[in-house]
């Protein structure tokens, strides 16, 4: 079937005739409510974002518990993402053949019920396991909300949906280290899983009483089980050889050997899709340059984002020596810049068009972290806020913006593809911030501590203790030994934060310059044909 007439098949109001796209039924009671509808999928899209960096917030502690090591840490956060990443294309078809009601529940189910693991577990591997899980459920439920907004939505009110989904998104994200620093401060860290339960089950009840089935008219009949694959393997090799690259050397063969494996596994992907029937992604979808640039857009946002948090909760716990809800409290000026800045982009992107606000706001983000990377160990709150607030406030246009610039640049036909398509490019993202960002940071701790120390006056340690004093000041914890002298304590404390400051300092200058490039790629966005065409034509 030619791409138009799946649009000419979509585009019919019924009957074989001709018609401009139509709205869903009015709903006459509580199911299929187009509001009531929002709130259920809001319920349960907010404990997907809001686990992409919750968890932050908890990492010291889980690193504390289960004595984990710095990649340990990196993995409780890399595998969700990954998962999540890796299946939300796949998720989306699913969703259209069996109907986005039946995929968003399971979705719901399935998370809630590994949350609950998670917070049982005793040790790393097992919670890297169910992370993995929660990913993978995550998935499922992500693209079904998007699918069900679409096909509940009459399509004048339907970019509103958006925005205030996008919102709920951005608010979770961001909010996410603040929730987690008052469950863990006054529960613990095992409560940021456990809280995800009784969520689940709200979303679960009010699904059932609320939700409507919607299936594909032209429903995938096959899965790219080999695109899976391969996607699924180049994806890993590339996140496996950032993170293990400070151990192993960037010039090391086995370093090396995943990088090339992963741009083999990237091409031979590409190739593939360019051969099976019903392909994970379509690659015709790139041909578009602004669908193409949002996608990149919203990695690069993800990347210093992302990337950038990690290591803010390390550095006001660890070096501030804040409390886990003082660091989320601290955090309050970017979590109610994105709240407040959500609609207001909202409404200027369909004023303007999208092109100038997303541009704006990856500026201020480029200079948000600019700031941060002039933070040192004694900046006060006032100008920790300052930089916060101006991130939250670039990062709002991006996340609103995002779904008009991909899906509405999207053929018909393949809009809930690009659907999965904004949410995957913002896992991936996210993935990958931590993986560069951490690479960057233990590689300058590497090169910088042994000459800290030895330039303190300190006794010159071992290669082995010198490793581990490493791990230990890339999440700015002082190698402090117990019996060790005040005075000589002191000094180790001073020596580990600064190195660690000048690490994140780094990080943060990289992931400045890749919010400035990305200013550059919002140049080439803008409003799609189909942006507001999408409710109620044909199955969505």
Not at 5 to 19: F, H, L, N, R
Not at 26 to 44: F, K, Q, S, Y
Not at 207 to 221: F, K, S, T, W
Not at 277 to 292: C, G, N, Q, T
Request: charged fraction near 10%.
């Amino acid at each position: 079937m030619t791409s138009q007439t799946a649009i000419d098949k979509t585009g019919s109001g019924g009957g074989g005739a001709p018609s401009g796209p139509q709205g869903p039924a009015p709903a006459t009671g509580l199911r299929g409510h187009p509001w009531l509808t929002l709130i259920t999928v809001a319920v349960g899209v907010m404990m997907v974002a809001l686990d992409g960096t919750i968890v932050a917030i908890a990492n010291p502690a889980i690193a504390k518990d289960l004595n984990a090591s710095f990649a340990d840490v990196q993995w409780i956060t890399n595998a969700y993402f990954l998962a999540l990443a890796v299946s939300l294309i796949t998720a989306g078809k699913l969703g259209d053949r069996f109907g986005h009601r039946q995929t968003f529940l399971i979705g719901v189910v399935g998370f809630a019920a590994a949350s609950g693991a998670i917070g049982l577990s005793d040790t790393i591997p097992l919670v890297v396991a169910f992370r993995v899980l929660q990913g993978l459920f995550g998935a499922l439920l992500m693209p079904a909300a998007l699918g069900l907004l679409r096909a509940t939505f009459p399509a004048e009110k339907l970019n509103m949906a958006i925005g205030i989904w996008g919102m709920v998104i951005g608010a979770s994200t961001a909010g996410g280290p603040i929730l987690g620093g008052v469950l863990v401060e006054h529960v613990n860290w095992q409560s940021v899983f456990f809280i995800n339960v009784p969520v689940g089950v709200l979303a679960v009840v009010l699904g059932a009483v609320i939700l409507v089935d919607h299936r594909a008219e032209n429903a995938p009949r096959s899965f790219d089980v080999l695109g899976i694959a391969l996607l699924s393997a180049a994806m890993f090799c590339l996140v496996w050889a950032l993170i293990k690259a400070p151990e192993w050397g960037w010039g090391d063969g086995t370093t090396w050997l995943f990088l090339v494996a992963s741009v083999a596994g990237f091409g031979l992907f590409a190739f593939w899709e360019t051969r099976v029937k019903e392909p994970l992604i379509p690659l015709a979808l790139f041909r578009s340059v602004p669908l193409s640039a949002g996608v990149v857009l919203m990695v690069m946002m993800a990347i210093a984002f992302m990337g950038g948090l990690f290591f803010v909760t390390f550095y006001l716990q660890n070096v501030h020596g804040m409390s886990p809800i003082d660091a989320g409290l601290h955090l309050l000026p970017l979590t109610g810049m994105m709240i407040v800045g959500s609609p207001l982009a909202g409404a200027m992107i369909t004023k303007v068009g999208p092109r100038i606000p997303l541009a704006a706001g990856m500026a201020f983000t480029a200079i948000a972290m600019y700031g941060m990377s002039t933070l040192e160990k004694d900046t006060g709150s006032g100008l920790m806020s300052l930089w916060f607030a101006l991130l939250g406030l670039g990062l709002a246009p991006v996340m609103v913006g995002a779904t008009e610039v991909i899906v509405g640049n999207a053929p018909m036909e393949l809009s809930g593809v690009a659907g999965g398509l904004q949410q995957a490019a913002m896992q991936i993202g996210g993935s990958l911030g931590t993986a560069v960002l951490g690479a960057v940071m233990a590689s300058r701790v590497d090169n910088d501590l042994a000459g800290n120390w030895a330039d303190a006056g300190l006794p010159e340690l071992p290669p082995e203790q010198l490793g581990q004093a490493s791990e230990a000041v890339q999440v700015g914890v002082a190698p402090v030994t117990e019996g060790m002298p005040e005075p000589m304590a002191a000094k180790v404390t001073e020596v580990a934060h600064e190195t660690f400051i000048s690490g994140m300092s780094l990080a943060s200058l990289v992931a400045a310059g890749v919010a400035a490039v990305a200013v550059l790629v919002a140049f080439l966005t803008k409003r799609g044909a189909n942006a507001e065409a999408g409710a109620g034509v044909g199955h969505i």
